[in-house]
């Protein structure tokens, strides 16, 4: 929506309205000491419409944008090809509303893409049931832990090294309220951490991710078995949804409980959002699990239709009796979501998975012919870790004052630890070319 300003006529009218002589006197009960009584440093006073574009224009292209530069930023965020079509989809008037699209009168053309939202969410997963979508990944996993506290009554969750940084740092942020333990593993850069021996009786869950952060890909099985012979919950993580294209679905595993971020399907980069959790259970664990569920039924005359089957917020039910208050995610990021996959189909989203993979081999194979750069993965999907001979960060600033968008320095996340201190997180996705892997090529060998 676009800013329109108020008058002087306006604002004259409105303070006659409510009795007010000026704005300053509409204000009076916000203490003098409290207000700004000059201009901000650093912005102008009034400015036409044009003239603010033109300033933000130039903020803005203070910044390399991912389109305009060789990107391989990844770390749980991924550029990837949105077709226009899913755009144009989601703006119909029959979709694009900024009605709450949860209520007892939804209509059924929204209930009917969540429930299609669910079973692709089921299908990619391997799981047996799927909610109508999270805020995002990061909170999902949260969720995901306190609802595996509930089920086993148990308040210690073992996390893994190889877990994203972020999603770390929120469930030992909820679990510092919420009274439950986070036992966290160190940085698995290698990919070699063995959680079993660390499942005991005090466990109500274990949580990993596959890909990890640092790019390895595991089979958990062997965990899954030893979570439930002591009684706990396997949470698998699940960053770049687009892995599920080719890795086996974490339910085949024995997963209990898949949380993973959608925002690769359907949902540009945002600067962080807003980005679509996609969150999956075994039908056991059903009226554990957070958020909203929408399910099929027929009608008095027998015609299909869709309802709200399962909502367990306190809103919809007894407080002692919410499993979470934690609201579905913006209803448009999870339709973006299904379209997407929907005009990708099976074997396009194989296809896409395959893509993937093969120019992340590629320029794996690449960097790691560079002198005295070594990739640490021996099995990866779309994304790897590279170890420099020289600290990470400075070389990717390097590479940006290139306009190369070389990867991500692992010490941004994990501030301090000096052991990823040399560690590149590289992300290719289908996007990629050779006219952008030359250059960052070019530009390590010239900065390393």
Same mark, same amino acid.
Request: proline fraction near 5%; include cysteine; aromatic fraction near 6%.
């Given at each position: 929506?676009?800013?329109?300003?108020?008058?002087?006529?306006?604002?004259?009218?409105?303070?006659?309205?409510?009795?007010?002589?000026?704005?300053?006197?509409?204000?009076?009960?916000?203490?003098?000491?409290?207000?700004?009584?000059?201009?901000?440093?650093?912005?102008?006073?009034?400015?036409?419409?044009?003239?603010?574009?033109?300033?933000?224009?130039?903020?803005?292209?203070?910044?390399?944008?991912?389109?305009?530069?060789?990107?391989?930023?990844?770390?749980?965020?991924?550029?990837?090809?949105?077709?226009?079509?899913?755009?144009?989809?989601?703006?119909?008037?029959?979709?694009?509303?900024?009605?709450?699209?949860?209520?007892?009168?939804?209509?059924?053309?929204?209930?009917?893409?969540?429930?299609?939202?669910?079973?692709?969410?089921?299908?990619?997963?391997?799981?047996?049931?799927?909610?109508?979508?999270?805020?995002?990944?990061?909170?999902?996993?949260?969720?995901?832990?306190?609802?595996?506290?509930?089920?086993?009554?148990?308040?210690?969750?073992?996390?893994?090294?190889?877990?994203?940084?972020?999603?770390?740092?929120?469930?030992?942020?909820?679990?510092?309220?919420?009274?439950?333990?986070?036992?966290?593993?160190?940085?698995?850069?290698?990919?070699?951490?063995?959680?079993?021996?660390?499942?005991?009786?005090?466990?109500?869950?274990?949580? #990993?991710?596959?890909?990890?952060?640092?790019?390895?890909?595991?089979?958990?099985?062997?965990?899954?078995?030893?979570?439930?012979?002591?009684?706990?919950?396997?949470?698998?993580?699940?960053?770049?949804? #687009?892995?599920?294209?080719?890795?086996?679905?974490?339910?085949?595993?024995?997963?209990?409980?898949?949380?993973?971020?959608?925002?690769?399907?359907?949902?540009?980069?945002?600067?962080?959002?807003?980005?679509?959790?996609?969150?999956?259970?075994?039908?056991?664990?059903?009226?554990?699990?957070?958020?909203?569920?929408?399910?099929?039924? #027929?009608?008095?005359?027998?015609?299909?239709?869709?309802?709200?089957?399962?909502?367990?917020?306190?809103?919809?039910?007894?407080?002692?009796?919410?499993?979470?208050?934690?609201?579905?995610?913006?209803?448009?990021?999870?339709?973006?979501?299904?379209?997407?996959?929907?005009?990708?189909?099976?074997?396009?989203?194989?296809?896409?998975?395959?893509?993937?993979?093969?120019?992340?081999?590629?320029?794996?194979?690449?960097?790691?012919?560079?002198?005295?750069?070594?990739?640490?993965?021996?099995?990866?999907?779309?994304?790897?870790?590279?170890?420099?001979?020289?600290?990470?960060?400075?070389?990717?600033?390097?590479?940006?004052?290139?306009?190369?968008?070389?990867?991500?320095?692992?010490?941004?996340?994990?501030?301090?630890?000096?052991?990823?201190?040399?560690?590149?997180?590289?992300?290719?996705?289908?996007?990629?070319?050779?006219?952008?892997?030359?250059?960052?090529?070019?530009?390590?060998?010239?900065?390393?």
């Amino acid at each position: 929506m676009r800013y329109l300003p108020l008058t002087d006529s306006d604002r004259r009218e409105m303070l006659q309205a409510i009795g007010a002589r000026s704005v300053d006197e509409l204000f009076r009960d916000v203490p003098a000491s409290a207000r700004l009584g000059a201009k901000v440093g650093g912005l102008p006073d009034h400015q036409g419409e044009l003239e603010v574009e033109r300033a933000f224009q130039a903020y803005a292209a203070k910044n390399v944008s991912p389109a305009a530069a060789p990107f391989f930023i990844g770390a749980g965020a991924y550029r990837h090809h949105v077709p226009s079509t899913v755009d144009y989809m989601i703006q119909r008037g029959e979709f694009l509303t900024s009605y709450t699209p949860y209520q007892p009168e939804i209509t059924q053309g929204t209930l009917q893409y969540l429930f299609e939202f669910q079973t692709q969410v089921t299908l990619l997963t391997g799981m047996d049931v799927a909610n109508a979508s999270m805020y995002d990944g990061s909170t999902g996993t949260t969720e995901a832990v306190l609802m595996a506290n509930r089920v086993t009554r148990r308040h210690k969750a073992l996390i893994s090294g190889g877990l994203h940084p972020q999603y770390r740092s929120i469930i030992e942020t909820t679990g510092k309220w919420e009274g439950f333990e986070s036992v966290v593993g160190k940085p698995d850069a290698e990919g070699l951490e063995d959680l079993i021996a660390r499942v005991d009786k005090e466990t109500s869950c274990v949580v #990993v991710q596959n890909p990890s952060f640092f790019g390895h890909v595991r089979d958990f099985s062997r965990l899954a078995e030893a979570c439930h012979a002591a009684g706990a919950l396997l949470i698998v993580v699940v960053t770049e949804v #687009v892995s599920l294209g080719l890795l086996k679905p974490p339910g085949e595993m024995g997963a209990d409980i898949v949380v993973c971020e959608g925002q690769s399907i359907g949902n540009g980069l945002g600067f962080g959002g807003p980005y679509v959790g996609l969150f999956a259970t075994r039908d056991k664990y059903v009226r554990q699990m957070p958020g909203r569920l929408v399910g099929e039924t #027929v009608d008095a005359d027998g015609r299909r239709g869709f309802v709200l089957t399962l909502s367990t917020r306190e809103q919809h039910i007894r407080r002692e009796k919410a499993t979470s208050n934690i609201c579905t995610n913006a209803g448009l990021c999870a339709l973006a979501f299904t379209v997407h996959l929907t005009l990708l189909g099976e074997a396009g989203f194989r296809r896409l998975a395959e893509l993937n993979h093969a120019k992340a081999s590629e320029l794996a194979d690449r960097i790691g012919a560079l002198p005295g750069v070594k990739v640490l993965n021996d099995s990866f999907f779309n994304e790897f870790t590279v170890a420099l001979p020289k600290p990470a960060a400075p070389v990717v600033e390097a590479l940006a004052a290139k306009r190369i968008l070389g990867g991500l320095p692992v010490s941004r996340l994990l501030p301090g630890d000096k052991s990823v201190e040399n560690l590149l997180l590289v992300a290719v996705t289908e996007t990629a070319t050779e006219a952008g892997m030359a250059p960052l090529l070019a530009g390590l060998k010239e900065v390393l």
